[in-house]
């Protein structure tokens, strides 16, 4: 029970998928802008990716086992028929937040997160229960730096700043910033 709560922590804080691994950066740079948008999308992705991650271990353990050269295309067309399905029901149950998640909802198929946390729990040989933490850390770290990220931008809506330093300047530098801090983390479960 305390290896599953150690993958979930890691992959969350330590092993960040946006701000460690670099994954998952345009509804990070994108969808940040509003804290409260931000939650829903992280909401989002963590649906997708706990479902892509039961999904990938019963591909992994009953249907790729016989032919693994078809492993990153399945889980291609499982991403995409997920995020179909999610897309589907936000527009139905909120047309709002489908207006303002935009083109970023319809991407979340494209994102390099939910296809790398396929492809990580296969590497990392993770089990049924081992893979769901894993999925449900890695969705909790990039809600959770989205959530940073638009909290950040919220706050400095109203202060002054040189232009320069506006838009998608201060982005940067509060994703560098973000990804540093994160990285600090790098030591904390290592033996």
């Known amino acids: 029970m305390s290896d599953l709560f150690w993958i979930l922590i ?6 960040n998928f ?3 691994l670099f994954l998952g950066l345009c509804p990070f740079m994108g ?14 992705n963590i649906f997708v990716m706990v479902i892509t991650s039961l999904t990938a271990w019963v591909l992994n353990t009953f249907v790729l086992t016989y032919a693994p050269y078809l492993r990153l295309i399945s889980f291609i067309v499982v991403i995409a028929s997920l995020v179909q399905i999610v897309e589907m029901t ?17 991407l979340i198929t494209t994102n390099c997160a939910i296809l790398g946390l396929a492809i990580f729990q ?4 993770y089990g049924l229960l081992e893979g769901l933490a894993f999925a449900v850390g890695a969705g909790l770290g990039l809600a959770l730096a989205l959530v940073l990220m638009a909290s950040i931008r919220q706050q400095t809506e109203l202060s ?8 998608m300047g201060l982005v940067l530098i509060v994703a560098a910033s ?5 990285m600090g ?3 904390l479960l290592s033996s």
């Open 122 to 125: 296969t590497n990392r040989g």
């Open 18 to 20: 946006t701000l460690a």
């Open 31 to 44: 969808v940040s802008a509003r804290v409260a948008t931000a939650l829903r999308m992280g909401a989002a």
């Open 185 to 187: 983390f790098a030591g």
């Open 10 to 15: 890691s992959a969350m804080v330590v092993n």
């Open 178 to 182: 973000l990804s540093m801090a994160f």
């Open 90 to 106: 936000i527009k139905k149950l909120s047309p709002t937040l489908f207006r303002e998640l935009g083109i970023f909802l319809p």
């Open 160 to 167: 002054d700043l040189p232009g320069l330093a506006r838009n």
